[in-house]
């Protein structure tokens, strides 16, 4: 028998790989891009394809990377819709029940802590305040810790009552001593101490602070 060459031998293995090519080419774009085409066009269009071996490994390769870019695209537009808006409606901030951190006899403090719960900031623990008796007009007030500083908070029954609050800060010959006329409609207090004591009014509250970082936190965070 005779003994065929190499390059017969790879003549005759490059013929079975076209005419595999040919046929899953054939299928491929008959089934999607040249659905609507002719027999004669269809068939030129194959061979024009796999002229060559090396060619026809290169459209192979491309119609593998189409396949896999479809199968991505019709995954991704399969996922359901519910997972989707799932994921998206997930909170930045978790809120957090502030409830077992504030007594019952500070209940009216408790829309105030959550509000700063809320917002991001981490409350610690809520006390009476010695402000309870500072005003006449109420004696509802906290001591409000969290991790940014420490608030005492006195609440009034409105918004125009802490409006009318004057707050007059008296000389002192004392270095570093800070004393300050309190007058609201009914009361007339002078407090103060070694430090300056910052003051706020939000809403139906008077804000008490002696940390100036977060009096200038509050004023931004309240704005």
Not at 57 to 77: D, G, K, P, Y
Not at 92 to 99: N, S
Not at 187 to 192: A, H, I, L
């Amino acid at each position: 028998m005779r003994r065929r060459s190499l390059t017969e031998r790879r003549n005759r293995t490059n013929r079975w790989t076209r005419a595999a090519i040919a046929s899953f080419s054939r299928c491929f774009i008959s089934s999607t891009v040249a659905a609507a085409a002719r027999p004669r066009q269809l068939d030129r269009y194959v061979l024009f394809l796999c002229g060559g071996a090396a060619t026809a490994r290169l459209v192979v390769m491309r119609i593998l990377v189409i396949c896999s870019v479809v199968l991505c695209f019709s995954i991704l537009a399969c996922k359901p819709r519910s997972e989707i808006s799932t994921t998206a409606a997930t909170p930045l901030h978790q809120k957090v029940d502030i409830l077992p951190l504030v007594p019952v006899e500070l209940g009216h403090a408790k829309e105030f802590v959550q509000f700063l719960s809320d917002s991001g900031w981490s409350i610690q623990h809520v006390y009476r305040s010695k402000h309870e008796s500072f005003f006449r007009e109420t004696n509802k007030a906290a001591y409000i810790e969290t991790d940014q500083g420490i608030l005492e908070v006195v609440f009034f029954d409105t918004n125009a009552a802490v409006e009318r609050i004057q707050i007059i800060e008296e000389p002192s010959t004392i270095p570093n001593n800070h004393f300050y006329l309190i007058k609201s409609a009914t009361t007339t207090q002078r407090t103060g101490g070694f430090g300056a004591t910052y003051f706020t009014k939000y809403r139906n509250m008077f804000i008490i602070t002696i940390d100036r970082d977060l009096n200038d936190k509050l004023h931004d965070f309240l704005k």
